[in-house]
């Protein structure tokens, strides 16, 4: 897949709702997305429910509303959002220790702290995110979706290997013949045909959890309306919203590189949250963007618009509570295929190549994203910890390209070049000559900015060592950021 490319790059239009109700093919497209990532969504969220402890229909209640939701609201046309994994890692405590009527409690509030993060700007954080932890983030979503598979392919009947390489063999093949219908689909239906017509007995979609046979209710959660109810709900949807809006927003980063087209950040966030506070009404376990799924519906269907992704939660609602034994019987290795497909196009294979010529630090950020995603199985802490890296590299790096020189002419001349800020200016004291030189001396930081107060008590460091020998100093060239530091701050540090 292709690289993560920088914010600035140009951008196309979008197709639109309209645009596709207007052209029969498009039209077409986006219907038959919207069927083949229903298919994706169901034995996921199924198996996601179960994970964190829940009825199974928790997943499949959560994955329909978040998708009909969030294409409606969000900001990243065409992405998918459901039942994911990392939420359920995070909010499984709250139904194990409290009961799910707290789950549900805290989904809503989750929600609601991601409308109030959205409108604060979170989204803006973005930029901040370096090019090595966008490609790590990548990658280490290449590797769970393809380990995800794995308990689907250990201690199972031998058919179900041949039906996996079969599968796989549609997906990448069948695109050569036609484009109009996703290969995935194909594989599917293909699959689930000569299954059912043989009679061999393979795991199926059934196998994963019951399918509901009735529509999700609006309800609101009976808790108390407590202050200790908040206090057990709110670390959780706390972590719940940042851990959603973080996969969310980084899913619609890669979403953008695909189609190359840029969507809103803030409008996503927005639309997370109220997706969430409808999905906790409607007693859904919660949930995010979901990439797998995302990537089937925009790269393996082609699919552009919000009509793919809406038609996403319709189909899997419809799907699971009319056709229910009907899905149930589609064979695991069928959607297998499938995913081993996504997972294989996701990663970025680049990377790999490109290791050799990267910077060290560069590498060692794309490789603590990677380990902390997969060995923690979150996004999250694996985001988190390559972000943490990337800032220490930089710290030091930049730490480093301070200097301090003594004119040869003037020996009461200093010249200080470079970026001063608290890990650089930590020994700027002990870079002058204070026993030697004339009684007056002068600083010329022109070649360098001042960035913090650990900066202007590194220059009154100075300062004091040259008075306490009776001899002055003099700070020139001052830039306007650093004047302002400085002026504010100079003698009153302590």
């Keep these: ?31 038959l997305g919207g069927l083949v990532t229903a298919f994706a969504l169901i034995p996921e969220s199924l198996s996601f429910a179960i994970v964190a402890g829940l009825d199974p229909r928790m997943g499949l209640y959560a994955a329909f509303t978040m998708a009909c939701v969030t294409a409606v609201l969000g900001g990243r046309p065409a992405m998918v959002s459901g039942a994911a994994g990392s939420i359920a890692l995070v909010v499984f405590p709250v139904a194990r220790d409290h009961g799910v009527d707290f789950l549900l ?12 993060l959205g409108a ?41 290997y041949p039906l996996v390489a079969v599968g796989v063999g549609i997906v990448v093949l069948f695109p050569r013949l036609t484009r109009r219908i996703p290969a995935p689909l194909v594989s599917i239906l ?4 000569a299954v059912v017509s043989l009679g061999v007995d393979v795991p199926t979609v059934g196998d994963e959890g019951a399918l509901p046979h009735s529509l999700p209710v609006p309800g609101i959660p009976h808790v108390p309306l407590t202050l200790h109810t908040l206090q057990v709900i709110a670390p959780y949807a706390i972590a719940m919203a940042l851990v959603g809006l973080m996969e969310s927003l980084l899913t619609a980063n890669l979403v953008d590189d695909i189609t190359q087209v840029r969507t809103s950040r803030t409008r996503e966030a927005l639309g997370q949250g109220v997706a969430n506070v409808v999905t906790g009404i409607f007693g859904g376990m919660g949930g995010c963007a979901m990439i797998g799924q995302t990537i089937v519906n925009v790269k393996q269907a082609g699919a552009r618009t919000r009509l793919s992704s809406f038609l996403a939660g319709a189909f899997l609602i419809v799907l699971s509570v009319a056709l229910g034994d009907t899905v149930g019987r589609i064979p695991m290795a069928a959607l297998v295929a499938v995913m081993l497909v996504v997972a294989a196009t996701t990663f970025d294979w680049h990377s790999l190549r490109t ?34 890296t990337a800032a220490i590299a930089f710290t030091r790096r930049v730490a480093h390209m301070t200097e301090v020189a003594r004119d040869l002419a003037d020996p009461g001349l200093y010249r200080v070049r470079g970026q001063l800020f608290f890990a650089s200016s930590n020994d700027l004291v002990e870079q002058f000559d ?18 913090d107060a650990s900066s202007v008590a590194a220059l009154d460091g100075v300062r004091e060592q040259y008075h306490r020998r009776q001899r002055t100093v003099e700070f020139t060239g001052l830039d306007r950021v650093s004047a302002h530091f400085v002026e504010r701050l100079t003698g009153r540090l302590g």
Excluded: K
């Design 190 to 193: 293909l699959i689930t045909l």
């Design 105 to 116: 409690a805290t989904v809503i509030l989750g929600g609601m702290l991601q409308v109030l």
């Design 434 to 451: 204070y026993e030697e030189g004339p009684a007056h001396v002068v600083v010329d930081l022109s070649g360098a900015t001042v960035w």
């Design 120 to 160: 604060l700007g979170v989204a803006r954080l973005m930029r901040f995110i370096p090019r090595s932890v966008m490609v790590g983030f990548v990658d280490a979503l290449a590797i769970l979706i393809f380990s995800a598979q794995l308990p689907q392919l250990i201690g199972v009947p031998w058919l179900v």
């Design 1 to 31: 897949m292709p690289s993560p490319r920088p914010s600035s790059a140009p951008s196309h239009r979008a197709p639109t709702v309209l645009d596709a109700l207007r052209d029969p093919r498009l039209l077409t497209v986006e219907i």
């Design 355 to 388: 290791l050799a010529i990267m910077p060290r630090s560069e590498t060692l950020v794309l490789l603590v994203t990677v380990l902390g995603t997969v060995i923690t199985r979150n996004l999250a802490v694996g985001v988190i910890a390559g972000v943490v």
